[in-house]
């Protein structure tokens, strides 16, 4: 008794799916920690964002003392930016103007800033700008951010 040639086929496909699900090939995320600087000083409150192929991003805010931990970061080359925490509504929002909380005050106080964190380069705020780059592999990666002011 022979095999048919499409049951082959079917057999090789199968096995190099089921061999790509198994080792996380084509796809997949690692977690990327490190800490952010300006001028030696923490970034308090600025949000990482981790930009991959496929348009699939990860983001992270910045801990008081500098650190980000982001766990979901597409594995393979990705660009990053980082934007400054007012830019992504942590002031006063429109509740604030209605009598509601600002977003800020909805942070619980051990994670605000204790004081004004330093600024972004502007050119760090934009993937197409930013240099800082990183190849994300499955698991754990660190990743140290430390720019200078103008």
Same mark, same amino acid.
């Given at each position: 008794?022979?095999? /048919? !040639?499409? @049951? /082959?086929?079917?057999?090789?496909?199968?096995?190099? %799916?089921?061999?790509?699900?198994?080792? *996380?090939?084509?796809?997949? +995320? #690692?977690?990327?920690?490190?800490?952010?600087?300006? &001028?030696?000083?923490?970034?308090?409150?600025?949000?990482?964002?981790?930009? *991959? $192929?496929?348009?699939? @991003?990860?983001?992270?805010? %910045?801990?008081?003392? #500098?650190?980000?931990?982001?766990?979901?970061?597409?594995? #393979? =080359?990705?660009?990053?930016?980082?934007?400054?925490?007012?830019?992504? $509504?942590?002031?006063?929002?429109?509740?604030?103007?209605?009598? *509601?909380?600002? &977003?800020?005050?909805?942070? !619980?106080?051990?994670?605000?800033?204790?004081?004004?964190? !330093?600024?972004? =380069?502007?050119?760090? +705020? &934009?993937?197409?700008? @930013?240099?800082?780059?990183?190849?994300?592999?499955? $698991?754990?990666?660190?990743?140290?951010?430390?720019?200078?002011?103008?």
């Amino acid at each position: 008794m022979t095999a /048919h !040639p499409r @049951s /082959h086929r079917f057999a090789l496909v199968f096995t190099g %799916v089921l061999a790509a699900a198994i080792c *996380g090939c084509g796809g997949g +995320t #690692g977690t990327v920690e490190g800490k952010v600087t300006v &001028d030696g000083k923490p970034a308090v409150g600025a949000t990482v964002i981790f930009s *991959g $192929g496929e348009n699939r @991003s990860e983001m992270a805010v %910045v801990r008081d003392d #500098g650190t980000y931990q982001a766990p979901r970061v597409p594995v #393979g =080359p990705v660009k990053v930016a980082l934007m400054p925490a007012m830019m992504l $509504g942590m002031g006063r929002g429109p509740l604030a103007a209605k009598g *509601g909380k600002s &977003d800020m005050e909805k942070v !619980p106080k051990s994670a605000q800033p204790s004081s004004p964190p !330093p600024a972004i =380069p502007k050119r760090y +705020t &934009d993937v197409r700008t @930013s240099d800082l780059t990183l190849t994300v592999k499955g $698991g754990r990666n660190e990743f140290n951010i430390e720019m200078s002011s103008p």
